[in-house]
Protein backbone atom coordinates (compact mmCIF):
# COMPACT_ATOMS: atom_id res chain seq x y z
CA UNK A 1 0.00 0.00 0.00
CA UNK A 2 0.89 3.86 -0.58
CA UNK A 3 -0.18 6.80 0.73
CA UNK A 4 0.10 10.37 -0.57
CA UNK A 5 1.88 13.06 0.69
CA UNK A 6 0.10 16.43 0.69
CA UNK A 7 1.64 20.18 1.10
CA UNK A 8 1.55 22.64 2.03
CA UNK A 9 0.93 21.77 5.24
CA UNK A 10 -0.99 25.01 5.84
CA UNK A 11 -2.07 27.40 3.41
CA UNK A 12 -4.48 30.62 4.63
CA UNK A 13 -5.73 32.97 1.69
CA UNK A 14 -8.64 35.66 1.40
CA UNK A 15 -12.18 34.57 0.15
CA UNK A 16 -12.09 35.24 -3.91
CA UNK A 17 -8.39 34.14 -4.39
CA UNK A 18 -7.13 30.41 -6.00
CA UNK A 19 -6.14 28.41 -3.49
CA UNK A 20 -3.38 25.32 -5.04
CA UNK A 21 -2.86 22.36 -2.98
CA UNK A 22 -0.70 19.50 -4.55
CA UNK A 23 -0.38 15.29 -3.47
CA UNK A 24 2.72 13.46 -4.46
CA UNK A 25 3.38 9.51 -4.52
CA UNK A 26 5.69 7.31 -5.20
CA UNK A 27 4.94 4.05 -7.43
CA UNK A 28 2.27 3.72 -10.16
CA UNK A 29 -1.28 4.60 -9.59
CA UNK A 30 -4.65 3.44 -11.24
CA UNK A 31 -6.65 6.69 -9.55
CA UNK A 32 -5.90 9.66 -7.29
CA UNK A 33 -9.14 10.72 -4.98
CA UNK A 34 -9.40 13.95 -3.20
CA UNK A 35 -11.27 14.45 0.11
CA UNK A 36 -12.65 17.53 2.02
CA UNK A 37 -12.63 17.33 6.06
CA UNK A 38 -14.41 19.98 8.28
CA UNK A 39 -13.28 20.64 11.55
CA UNK A 40 -15.05 17.68 13.16
CA UNK A 41 -16.48 15.80 10.79
CA UNK A 42 -16.00 12.72 8.35
CA UNK A 43 -14.06 12.86 5.15
CA UNK A 44 -16.05 14.12 2.19
CA UNK A 45 -15.22 13.16 -1.17
CA UNK A 46 -14.19 15.68 -3.85
CA UNK A 47 -13.34 13.80 -6.96
CA UNK A 48 -11.63 10.85 -8.47
CA UNK A 49 -9.22 11.30 -11.19
CA UNK A 50 -7.76 8.08 -13.19
CA UNK A 51 -3.91 7.25 -14.49
CA UNK A 52 -4.99 7.83 -17.72
CA UNK A 53 -6.80 11.27 -17.61
CA UNK A 54 -4.85 14.56 -17.11
CA UNK A 55 -7.54 17.03 -15.77
CA UNK A 56 -10.74 17.03 -13.93
CA UNK A 57 -13.28 19.38 -12.83
CA UNK A 58 -16.48 19.50 -10.78
CA UNK A 59 -17.52 22.90 -10.14
CA UNK A 60 -14.93 25.15 -8.69
CA UNK A 61 -12.84 22.32 -7.98
CA UNK A 62 -9.63 21.37 -10.66
CA UNK A 63 -7.84 18.60 -10.43
CA UNK A 64 -4.65 17.67 -12.17
CA UNK A 65 -2.48 14.83 -12.37
CA UNK A 66 0.86 14.58 -13.76
CA UNK A 67 2.30 10.39 -13.46
CA UNK A 68 5.35 11.24 -14.84
CA UNK A 69 5.82 13.63 -11.64
CA UNK A 70 4.22 11.26 -9.87
CA UNK A 71 1.74 14.36 -8.61
CA UNK A 72 -1.63 15.60 -8.46
CA UNK A 73 -2.54 19.24 -7.22
CA UNK A 74 -6.27 20.61 -6.31
CA UNK A 75 -7.06 23.97 -6.88
CA UNK A 76 -10.04 26.06 -6.13
CA UNK A 77 -11.13 28.68 -7.63
CA UNK A 78 -12.87 31.65 -6.17
CA UNK A 79 -12.31 30.43 -2.26
CA UNK A 80 -14.94 30.84 -0.25
CA UNK A 81 -14.95 31.05 3.97
CA UNK A 82 -16.86 27.84 3.89
CA UNK A 83 -13.73 26.32 2.10
CA UNK A 84 -11.93 25.89 5.06
CA UNK A 85 -11.02 22.43 5.95
CA UNK A 86 -8.31 20.20 5.53
CA UNK A 87 -7.82 18.14 2.48
CA UNK A 88 -6.46 14.99 1.83
CA UNK A 89 -5.44 12.59 -1.23
CA UNK A 90 -5.28 9.39 -1.18
CA UNK A 91 -4.21 6.36 -3.56
CA UNK A 92 -5.69 3.95 -5.60
CA UNK A 93 -8.31 2.50 -3.07
CA UNK A 94 -5.68 2.15 -0.27
CA UNK A 95 -6.90 4.52 1.87
CA UNK A 96 -3.92 5.53 3.24
CA UNK A 97 -3.74 9.47 4.02
CA UNK A 98 -1.16 11.90 4.60
CA UNK A 99 -1.36 14.85 6.93
CA UNK A 100 -3.23 16.84 4.87
CA UNK A 101 -3.53 20.62 3.48
CA UNK A 102 -5.35 22.79 6.01
CA UNK A 103 -7.16 25.61 4.09
CA UNK A 104 -8.01 28.21 6.35
CA UNK A 105 -10.52 31.75 3.90
CA UNK A 106 -10.84 34.73 5.40
CA UNK A 107 -13.74 36.50 4.87
CA UNK B 1 -30.69 7.11 1.12
CA UNK B 2 -29.17 6.91 4.97
CA UNK B 3 -25.39 7.55 4.62
CA UNK B 4 -22.50 6.07 6.98
CA UNK B 5 -23.79 5.96 10.94
CA UNK B 6 -21.86 5.69 13.82
CA UNK B 7 -22.29 5.65 17.89
CA UNK B 8 -21.77 6.81 20.05
CA UNK B 9 -20.88 10.51 18.57
CA UNK B 10 -18.51 11.09 21.88
CA UNK B 11 -17.34 8.58 24.27
CA UNK B 12 -15.26 9.00 27.66
CA UNK B 13 -13.93 5.95 29.40
CA UNK B 14 -11.76 5.52 32.32
CA UNK B 15 -8.16 4.49 31.82
CA UNK B 16 -8.61 0.33 31.88
CA UNK B 17 -12.26 0.28 30.34
CA UNK B 18 -13.30 -1.49 27.25
CA UNK B 19 -15.44 0.45 24.82
CA UNK B 20 -17.82 -0.63 21.80
CA UNK B 21 -17.61 1.96 18.87
CA UNK B 22 -20.19 0.88 16.45
CA UNK B 23 -20.48 2.09 12.78
CA UNK B 24 -23.54 1.16 10.24
CA UNK B 25 -22.54 1.44 6.73
CA UNK B 26 -24.75 2.14 3.99
CA UNK B 27 -27.10 -0.83 2.67
CA UNK B 28 -25.55 -3.43 0.52
CA UNK B 29 -21.82 -1.63 0.96
CA UNK B 30 -18.85 -4.60 0.42
CA UNK B 31 -16.45 -2.34 1.98
CA UNK B 32 -15.90 -1.40 5.31
CA UNK B 33 -12.68 0.69 6.74
CA UNK B 34 -11.58 1.88 10.20
CA UNK B 35 -9.47 4.93 11.26
CA UNK B 36 -7.99 6.49 14.12
CA UNK B 37 -7.64 10.00 13.59
CA UNK B 38 -5.61 12.10 15.92
CA UNK B 39 -6.12 15.48 17.01
CA UNK B 40 -4.40 17.67 14.01
CA UNK B 41 -3.52 14.71 12.20
CA UNK B 42 -4.56 12.88 9.07
CA UNK B 43 -6.79 9.66 9.15
CA UNK B 44 -4.58 6.57 9.71
CA UNK B 45 -6.13 3.35 8.57
CA UNK B 46 -6.92 0.01 11.48
CA UNK B 47 -8.50 -2.49 9.35
CA UNK B 48 -10.25 -3.01 6.71
CA UNK B 49 -13.32 -5.90 5.47
CA UNK B 50 -14.65 -6.83 2.50
CA UNK B 51 -18.30 -7.98 3.31
CA UNK B 52 -17.93 -10.54 6.55
CA UNK B 53 -14.02 -10.96 5.99
CA UNK B 54 -11.52 -9.17 7.79
CA UNK B 55 -8.38 -8.62 4.60
CA UNK B 56 -6.30 -6.38 6.35
CA UNK B 57 -6.05 -5.79 9.91
CA UNK B 58 -2.34 -4.23 9.99
CA UNK B 59 -3.18 -1.11 11.31
CA UNK B 60 -4.34 -2.19 14.35
CA UNK B 61 -2.07 -0.58 16.64
CA UNK B 62 -2.44 -3.26 19.61
CA UNK B 63 -3.77 -6.42 20.48
CA UNK B 64 -6.09 -4.40 22.84
CA UNK B 65 -7.89 -3.75 19.51
CA UNK B 66 -10.01 -5.60 17.49
CA UNK B 67 -12.27 -5.36 15.30
CA UNK B 68 -15.69 -7.80 13.52
CA UNK B 69 -18.14 -7.15 10.81
CA UNK B 70 -20.09 -10.76 11.63
CA UNK B 71 -22.64 -10.73 8.94
CA UNK B 72 -21.40 -7.83 7.01
CA UNK B 73 -22.85 -4.92 7.61
CA UNK B 74 -22.84 -3.41 11.22
CA UNK B 75 -18.63 -3.66 12.46
CA UNK B 76 -17.94 -2.52 15.77
CA UNK B 77 -14.70 -1.58 17.33
CA UNK B 78 -13.47 -2.90 20.46
CA UNK B 79 -10.59 -0.94 22.22
CA UNK B 80 -9.97 -3.30 25.63
CA UNK B 81 -7.99 -1.81 28.41
CA UNK B 82 -8.30 1.80 27.12
CA UNK B 83 -5.13 3.98 27.41
CA UNK B 84 -5.19 7.95 27.34
CA UNK B 85 -3.20 7.17 23.72
CA UNK B 86 -6.27 5.67 22.59
CA UNK B 87 -8.19 9.23 22.64
CA UNK B 88 -8.80 10.23 19.41
CA UNK B 89 -11.34 10.35 16.30
CA UNK B 90 -12.56 6.94 14.87
CA UNK B 91 -13.83 7.18 11.84
CA UNK B 92 -15.72 4.01 10.07
CA UNK B 93 -16.27 4.25 5.51
CA UNK B 94 -17.78 2.19 3.10
CA UNK B 95 -17.90 1.45 -0.73
CA UNK B 96 -20.11 -0.16 -2.54
CA UNK B 97 -17.20 -2.48 -3.98
CA UNK B 98 -14.32 -4.96 -3.05
CA UNK B 99 -10.66 -3.66 -2.63
CA UNK B 100 -9.26 -3.08 -5.91
CA UNK B 101 -11.57 -1.38 -7.40
CA UNK B 102 -11.50 2.55 -8.14
CA UNK B 103 -14.49 3.51 -5.22
CA UNK B 104 -15.32 6.23 -3.30
CA UNK B 105 -15.69 6.05 0.38
CA UNK B 106 -18.43 7.43 1.91
CA UNK B 107 -17.35 8.18 5.67
CA UNK B 108 -19.29 8.51 8.75
CA UNK B 109 -18.83 11.36 11.47
CA UNK B 110 -17.06 9.75 13.77
CA UNK B 111 -16.62 8.71 17.33
CA UNK B 112 -14.56 11.03 19.51
CA UNK B 113 -13.01 8.72 22.03
CA UNK B 114 -11.65 10.38 25.21
CA UNK B 115 -9.47 8.47 28.02
CA UNK B 116 -9.17 9.74 31.27
Known amino acids: SQQGEEDPQALSIQEGENATMNCSYK?????LQWYRQNSGRGLVHLIL?????REKHSGRLRVTLDTSKKSSSLLITASRAADTASYFC???????FGAGTRLTVKP | GAGVSQSPRYKVAKRGQDVALRCDPI?????LFWYQQALGQGPEFLTY????????KSGLPSDRFFAERPEGSVSTLKIQRTQQEDSAVYLC??????????????FGPGTRLTVL
Open chain 2, 27 to 31: SGHVS
Open chain 2, 93 to 106: ASSPKGAGGSDTQY
Open chain 1, 27 to 31: TSINN
Open chain 1, 90 to 96: AINNDMR
Open chain 2, 49 to 56: FQNEAQLD
Open chain 1, 49 to 53: IRSNE
